[in-house]
């Protein structure tokens, strides 16, 4: 399942990652959610329990794989932590995840700074929506965590605020240029990229998180 960041739809979002699962086997779905990802996001995950219930009733699985981009990797820890996505989730892997927030503004899409996007105070460092999701355990036991940055995002700042705490069983944290020096992806568009495409991949067909000593073409 795929999960779109804040501002964006799942047409938007996921143009090259999807067919590239879909050409890998895997059954492929994705939602909208919060008005583009702007509403709370407490109600966000509340929509993605239920779209979870119905892709799992829908298919027979007894568990889902969760894909998401910014928000969308951030948010479903909320959904695993308090509605009961622990025994629902099989990974969550998080490309670019705002998990402590951003020290920057996020702005309107209008470029304007004005709180008309709930979401946006939210995905603030050190909002009180961060403070309590990331209190005590940040990785509850269940799921399998992988999270892939880049060095050059300029919207999740510091990069290494996507990062999470947890044991090496359970959490696996990857910074792009660690394998690919000269990758220059930004944010936005890191779904797009093909070297996260591969850690992706990499990550869905093993047992446990992402490997570290994962090598990924850099020339693709």
Not at 58 to 77: E, I
Not at 130 to 151: I, S
Request: charged share 20%.
């Amino acid at each position: 399942m795929l999960v779109h960041g804040t501002f964006e739809t799942m047409a938007k979002n996921w143009p090259t990652l999807s067919p590239t699962l879909k050409s890998a086997g895997y059954c492929v779905f994705a939602l909208n959610y919060g008005g583009n990802a702007m509403g709370p996001i407490a109600e966000s995950a509340e929509e993605l329990d239920s779209f979870v219930g119905a892709v799992l009733g829908a298919t027979g699985a007894r568990k889902v794989d969760l894909v998401g981009h910014s928000q969308g990797g951030m948010m479903p820890r909320y959904y695993i932590k308090n509605l009961g996505g622990a025994t629902r989730v099989d990974d969550l892997l998080g490309i670019v995840p705002s998990n402590h927030g951003t020290d920057g503004v996020i702005p309107l899409p209008d470029g304007s700074e004005n709180s008309a996007c709930p979401a946006c105070d939210e995905q603030q460092a050190g909002s009180q929506f961060l403070t309590d999701l990331n209190a005590k355990d940040e990785t509850p036991p269940g799921p399998d965590y992988t999270v892939v940055t880049t060095r050059y995002d300029e919207v999740v700042t510091p990069y290494t605020s996507a990062f999470l705490e947890g044991s090496a069983r359970e959490v696996t944290n990857v910074t792009l240029q660690d394998a690919c020096p000269l990758n220059t992806i930004e944010h936005d568009q890191a779904p797009n990229d093909p070297v996260v495409h591969q850690w992706v991949l990499h990550a869905l067909e093993r047992t446990g998180p992402a490997d570290p000593a994962f090598r990924p073409s850099c020339v693709v």
